[in-house]
Nanobody
């Protein structure tokens, strides 16, 4: 079984920075794409950054220039560096990792449990 775990959330003042991590654990897994999503209270889950093994990146305008996604294939991990945080960035952040479980050769899409980011003004 493969699972992903996020870490790095917390509380920060507006203008501050946080770095979120997403790590795949359990059965051997070849991670080849990652998306970071967030969900604020009363709102739909939205994509904030995506990356694949080809290095293609995707950011919505709301975070472009402030958030940076990266992926370490060797460690089966991904990161989201968040700078110049705003109160409207407050949400639970989720990692969605896609890849192949080596043992079964099956492609999996995995969600973490989420990590809370709170930005105060």
């Amino acid at each position: 079984q493969v699972y992903v775990v996020e870490s790095g959330g917390g509380s920060v003042q507006a203008g501050g920075s946080l770095r979120l991590s997403c790590a795949a654990s359990g059965s051997a897994f070849n991670m080849n794409k990652v998306g970071w999503y967030r969900q604020a209270p009363g709102k739909q889950r939205e994509l904030v950054a995506a990356i694949n093994s080809g290095g293609n990146l995707n950011y919505p305008d709301s975070v472009k220039g402030r958030f940076t996604i990266s992926m370490n294939n060797a460690r089966n991990a991904a990161y989201l560096q968040m700078n110049s945080l705003k109160p409207e960035d407050t949400a639970v952040y989720y990692c969605n990792a896609g890849g192949v479980e080596i043992r079964t050769a099956k492609y999996l899409e995995l969600w973490g449990q989420g990590t809370l980011v709170t930005v105060s003004s």
